[in-house]
């Protein structure tokens, strides 16, 4: 491997994520979500190693365009729907399932001559970002069904809480979705990850859209992706490029803000926030070095971090040195940085090689 940051992504571990998502939702169609690149592990390689999902969800037209090209036949979500009528023929002519949020995408398919999609009809069930109104859903599917351009119509929500077991608003929400759903005959889907877990499937002809779980990595605050029975897909690594001694009260890094309190050991590793290893990591963020958790000490540079390996370390140039992964749960390190693994993951991949392992 190179000397600097490298994200290993386990292809093995995406299966086995998969087989705990289908075990623990009997039944239930899988939507496997794979925008921002599929959460930072590489769109293509990520959907083209489980092309037996029900679906893919996708924010974006470019990215669902990549994955046709890239030769993925199963059917592919447009999460936010089209926008102007060359999208919409984008959609039908490469079978692309879009869905249906607003007023002007009725519009838009009210207009369209010739050619049909296969239509998700999101209500807007309380967490106030995409959806319609379920006040107006019988009107609204009445006018779906009478619509030429309408292949299927189907009908989605979206919960904004479920990651929050106690929190009463999914309840609230539920009641809605539970109106919007008796009175429609067809498919349906509310649950992201944290729903699929935390709340009570609905019967039926049910699609559950996971991101994170598929990925190793949990929704929860109070549980990792390991206590879930899943296995982390990224193993975040670099190695150790420096490794010398530090004197008490020496200052490291820029601005000097961490001043050592004895002498030690100090070890650079070639990783830094131009890689994805975020700036906003304090000092004490555990890094794996040969087994043991060793602290961050001072700023985060853009290809460098520092590490206190302590005084009678043995460590040398060339070692590995993991950021996340194995032996080391992203939602452990999350908190030091006050993220959350969603925006670990996504930041990593754009600039460093990657490489993709599949052992299953
Ligand atoms: C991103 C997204 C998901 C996946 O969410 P996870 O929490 O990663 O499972 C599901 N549904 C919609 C509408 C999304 O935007």
């Known amino acids: 491997m ?30 496997a979500v794979v925008k921002a690149n599929a959460y930072g592990h590489g769109m293509v390689p990520v959907a083209q190693s489980i092309p037996d999902v029900d679906s893919f969800a996708v924010a974006r037209m470019a990215e669902a365009i990549q994955l046709r090209q890239a030769g993925v036949e199963t059917p592919i979500v447009l999460l936010a729907g089209v926008f102007n009528d ?62 030429n351009s309408v292949a299927e119509l189907r009908l989605m929500s979206h919960l904004a809480s479920a990651d929050d077991r106690g929190n009463a608003a999914t309840g609230a929400q539920l009641e809605r979705i539970n109106e919007l759903v008796e009175g429609f005959d067809g498919a349906v889907s509310i649950a992201n990850s944290a729903g699929a877990l935390a709340w009570p499937a609905l019967t039926g002809d049910v699609w559950i859209r996971p991101g994170l779980l598929l990925f190793g ?28 001694p530090l004197a008490k009260g020496a200052l490291v890094g820029y601005r000097g803000r961490y001043e050592a309190p004895a002498d030690s050991t100090i070890g650079i590793i070639s990783a830094g926030y131009g890689d994805g290893y975020t700036r906003h990591f304090k000092t004490g963020t555990p890094v794996l070095v040969n ?70």
């Open 2 to 31: 190179t000397f600097g940051a490298r994200a290993l992504i386990r292809l093995d571990a995406l299966k086995h994520n998969l087989s705990v998502i289908r075990k623990s939702c009997p039944g239930a169609k899988i939507m």
């Open 86 to 147: 060359d999208e919409l023929q984008q959609a039908i002519t490469n079978n692309f399932e879009i869905v249906v949020h607003c007023e002007e995408q009725i519009g838009l398919l009210d207009a369209a001559q010739g050619g049909a999609a296969t239509v998700w009809l999101k209500f807007d069930t309380g967490m106030n970002r995409l959806g319609f109104n379920p006040d107006d859903a019988e009107n609204l599917i009445t006018r779906l069904r009478n619509c």
């Open 217 to 244: 990595l949990s929704p929860f605050d109070d549980q990792t992706g390991g206590e879930l029975g899943l296995l982390p897909v990224m193993q975040f690594e670099a190695r150790l490029i420096a490794v010398k």
């Open 291 to 360: 087994g043991r958790k060793v602290p961050l000490i001072g700023n985060v540079s853009m290809d460098m971090i520092a590490v206190d390996l302590g005084p009678d370390a043995a460590d040398q140039v060339g070692d590995v040195a993991t950021l996340w992964g194995d032996g080391l749960p992203i939602e452990e390190v999350a908190p030091w940085a006050d993220a959350i693994p969603y925006d670990l993951v996504c930041g990593v991949m754009n600039r460093e090689a990657s490489e993709i392992v599949d052992q299953g």
